[in-house]
Nanobody, 126 residues
């Protein structure tokens, strides 16, 4: 089993920045990719970004590309999501998720992930 714990959420004004962290513990060697998803009130959970174990494969949702940066520190078993130029539309609960390797995965879909954190709230005020 792998446990994931998000931190770094909070309240920020439009144009501000936050850095989310996702700390993994347990059998972290079994995971291959880590993703961030978010769920706004009344909406379905959506993909935000993902990073693979070697960090040479990054992927972002169109809505955050150029503003958000995902990175990882394998020595700390932690994945980060640096969020800049935040907008009210970015308000959501942000979840990190970890996936084992399987052929053909895009790592953009919820059901491709095996482990989930509890989420951290990000609120962007206008």
């Amino acid at each position: 089993q792998v446990q994931l714990e998000e931190s770094g959420g909070g309240l920020v004004q439009t144009g501000g920045s936050l850095r989310l962290s996702c700390a993994a513990s347990g059998r972290t060697g079994s995971t291959y990719a880590t993703g961030w998803f978010r769920q706004a009130p009344g909406k379905e959970r959506e993909f935000v970004a993902q990073i693979r174990l070697s960090a040479n494969s990054l992927d972002y949702a169109r809505s955050v590309r150029g503003r958000f940066t995902i990175s990882r520190d394998n020595a700390k078993n932690t994945v980060y999501l640096q969020m800049n130029s935040l907008k009210p539309d970015d308000t959501a609960v942000y979840y990190c998720a970890a996936a084992q390797y399987r052929i053909g995965k895009t790592y953009r879909l919820e059901d491709e992930y095996d482990y989930w954190g509890q989420g951290t709230q990000v609120t962007v005020s206008s």
